[in-house]
């Protein structure tokens, strides 16, 4: 039976799940159309998501389209849960992108289809709502080319817009054929002879569409049923089924992690080719660690029935993995598709309640980032608190909420600050001898650090023989280079920058006369590991560092007479203005913010543009930070900076 896993991506308040819920209800699985204002939707199970209305995790139900199995996943649409989205992308066939007949294209539209159209993934576009006042059919569409740069393709017509009768009547028309022909020399030459056939046509569709090349827009409304049905047929005929060889070896990627009853580990996963038994021995994750899965679940009628193994194609939830975690590839890795968002740029303290232990604290959020490597923790064992990374303020709430409701924990937050990053300014070096003091270890370790280019990272190389010591006292000094550049000078991470060892010396295995080895006479790893971070923090130093900030690239698009009022604020909020196009009445601003100012820029913009302004922005780069005092992170390690503090709580051989 033909499989299709299929996405379906909006912004806030398109009517995604709404969607889902009327699809579900059209082909069957369920007898009555739950409501997200009730909390009664199939697919938003978390307590949270049904309070706030809004989907946060991605939820997986399936349904039957004739001979079609179709894996459908709700994704969330707030910017805040992008990461989310991203996981999801890397399994799916197919998308449907929702977008609103009253809103229109929103920025978190735009974000979306660019990632669909990097993807390659064959994507329809349901425009939703079209029983409100307000809706728009013509203007929307040319919005569609216009500010998401694609080639449309109108599956029909509407009538009544904007009334409960509304309604969408499927057919191609001449406009279709434009786009069509545009793609196709063959399909232009019969169109231009006027011999293009309806078979055709659709065969044309078909192809460009799974080509990304055109995508057909449907018009509808989740809420009375109408155009949902020419959906159905367009998900069926013209996206691509799931394909997979199920005759080659084990390859799978895991996408979503939850927690069963018992506390026990469920893995969703998309099986990319072989198969996956249950009691067969499979590796998993950047460990290549061996594990058995104990029960699958694959989904099938609105629901997930037990079986022995998981063909390629399909999606299926795995239990017994106790080590597993998102994005773990199982059996035979994927090549890998890269990290499609940026990275979150903001931080938060987590500060326990009452009643809330600080040790309990830690071992639930520790488990949440275990589930989900998108949860950056940063534990500072002094001041016994631990910081999580953030997209934005709304998640706050929802680890709030998840903490509460998984591990009955009360929380709060401290103010959210941007995840700065320090880069060399310019070279230094440094290196300590053994047995020459002050270097209380038995290791000879010297490096330089130089500036590299912006986005390169952290290259370690070498400028002494490979052969001069033991491999494993390298490997440790590199290791303990790349982890002490996790603090800086001001205590943030620190990049784009080359490590070279100048120096390098050790003692070998020693022993008395007639006694085993003497590590008191003898280096070890531990002793690299000791001194590396003196001599790094030494060389960083005289290199000197900058802190560099996190800015969003954003976009506004407000009434052109709101310009003058627009200027200031941002001003006041570090941005740098970029260009400026007027449209008519409008004006579109673009430029740069830092990322810890967008959620004022977010809550001022209404009022500053009589609630028709419209931002959108993401992370773009790091600017030096020239407002105000450098900011400065606590640190969390022995503090190398403080040489005699650092070796009391690191070395036993002071004063040796």
């Known amino acids: 039976m033909p499989l299709l896993n299929l996405g379906i991506l909006a912004h806030v308040d398109a009517g995604k799940t709404s969607l889902t819920e009327r699809l579900l209800h059209s082909v069957g699985v369920i007898d009555e159309i739950g409501s997200v204002d009730a909390g009664t939707t199939r697919t938003d199970t978390l307590a949270l998501e049904r309070r706030r209305g809004i989907t946060i995790k991605s939820a997986v139900v399936s349904f039957p389209v004739d001979d079609v199995t179709v894996n459908l996943i709700d994704t969330p649409g707030h910017p805040d849960f992008i990461a989310e989205v991203e996981r999801v992308l890397g399994v799916l066939d197919g998308a449907v992108l929702v977008v609103s007949a009253v809103e229109g294209v929103q920025a978190q539209t735009r974000v979306l289809m660019r990632t669909l159209r990097r993807l390659r993934i064959p994507t329809l576009i349901f425009v939703n709502k079209i029983d409100r006042r307000g809706a728009r059919e013509q203007d929307l569409l040319g919005a569609l080319t216009r500010r998401l740069g694609i080639a449309v393709a109108p599956m029909g017509r509407t009538t009544g817009l904007g009334t409960r009768e509304a309604a969408f009547t499927p057919g191609l028309g001449p406009s279709a054929l434009d786009v069509l022909a545009d793609h196709d020399d063959d399909l232009l030459t019969a169109y231009v002879e006027n011999t293009v056939s309806y078979d055709r046509l659709r065969t044309a569709l078909v192809e460009q569409t799974r080509q990304c090349l055109v995508h057909p827009v449907y018009f509808g409304s989740a809420v009375t049923g109408a155009g949902v049905d020419t959906l159905i047929s367009g998900i069926k005929e013209l996206l691509p089924a799931a394909d997979g060889d199920p005759g080659g070896p084990v390859s799978g990627t895991v996408f979503k992690v939850e927690r069963g009853p018992a506390g026990e580990k469920i893995a969703y996963a998309r099986m990319f080719s072989g198969a996956l038994g249950v009691r067969v021995p499979v590796v998993f994750g950047d460990a290549r660690q061996e594990g058995k899965v104990t029960a699958v679940s694959v989904f099938e009628h609105g629901t997930d029935v037990r079986r022995d193994t998981v063909p390629a194609g399909r999606i299926a939830k795995l239990w017994g993995l106790a080590d597993i975690r998102i994005g773990d590839a199982l059996g035979v890795p994927r090549k890998p598709d890269?990290?499609?968002?940026?990275?979150?740029?903001?931080?938060?303290?987590?500060?326990?309640?009452?009643?809330?232990?600080?040790?309990?604290?830690?071992?639930?959020?520790?488990?949440?980032?275990?589930?989900?490597?998108?949860?950056?923790?940063?534990?500072?064992?002094?001041?016994?608190?631990?910081?999580?990374?953030?997209?934005?303020?709304?998640?706050?709430?929802?680890?709030?909420?998840?903490?509460?409701?998984?591990?009955?924990?009360?929380?709060?937050?401290?103010?959210?600050?941007?995840?700065?990053?320090?880069?060399?300014?310019?070279?230094?070096?440094?290196?300590?001898?053994?047995?020459?003091?002050?270097?209380?270890?038995?290791?000879?370790?010297?490096?330089?650090?130089?500036?590299?280019?912006?986005?390169?990272?952290?290259?370690?190389?070498?400028?002494?023989?490979?052969?001069?010591?033991?491999?494993?006292f390298f490997k440790a000094v590199e290791d303990t280079v790349r982890e002490t550049l996790g603090q800086g000078l001001h205590g943030w991470r620190v990049t784009d920058c080359a490590v070279t060892m100048t120096h390098s010396g050790y003692w070998p295995r020693q022993s008395h006369a007639h006694q085993g080895f003497d590590k008191s006479m003898s280096s070890t790893g531990y002793d690299f590991r000791g001194l590396t971070p003196l001599v790094l923090i030494e060389a960083l130093r005289r290199a000197g560092t900058q802190v560099y900030e996190p800015m969003h690239r954003f976009r506004i698009e407000a009434p052109a007479d709101t310009l003058g009022a627009l200027l200031p604020v941002l001003a006041g909020l570090g941005a740098v203005p970029g260009a400026t196009e007027t449209r008519g009445t409008t004006c579109v601003l673009d430029g740069a913010v830092p990322a810890a100012r967008v959620h004022a820029l977010e809550q001022k913009l209404p009022g500053l543009t009589r609630g028709e302004g419209e931002l959108e922005s993401a992370f773009d780069h790091y600017a030096p930070v020239t407002r105000g005092t450098v900011p400065e992170r606590s640190r969390t390690d022995h503090n190398p900076l403080n040489r005699k503090e650092y070796l009391l709580n690191v070395t036993r051989r002071v004063g040796s």
Do not use: W
């Open 338 to 472: 890269g990290h499609f968002f940026a990275p979150p740029t903001l931080e938060t303290v987590v500060v326990p309640g009452p009643g809330t232990a600080p040790g309990a604290l830690h071992v639930a959020l520790t488990q949440l980032a275990e589930q989900d490597p998108l949860i950056g923790l940063r534990h500072d064992e002094v001041r016994r608190e631990t910081s999580v990374s953030l997209y934005g303020e709304v998640q706050k709430e929802v680890v709030q909420a998840t903490l509460a409701d998984e591990f009955g924990l009360d929380v709060s937050f401290r103010a959210t600050t941007p995840l700065c990053i320090e880069r060399p300014v310019g070279t230094g070096a440094s290196a300590e001898f053994i047995k020459k003091d002050p270097n209380p270890f038995l290791a000879t370790v010297g490096l330089r650090v130089d500036p590299a280019p912006v986005g390169s990272g952290v290259e370690f190389r070498l400028e002494v023989e490979l052969g001069s010591m033991p491999y494993a």
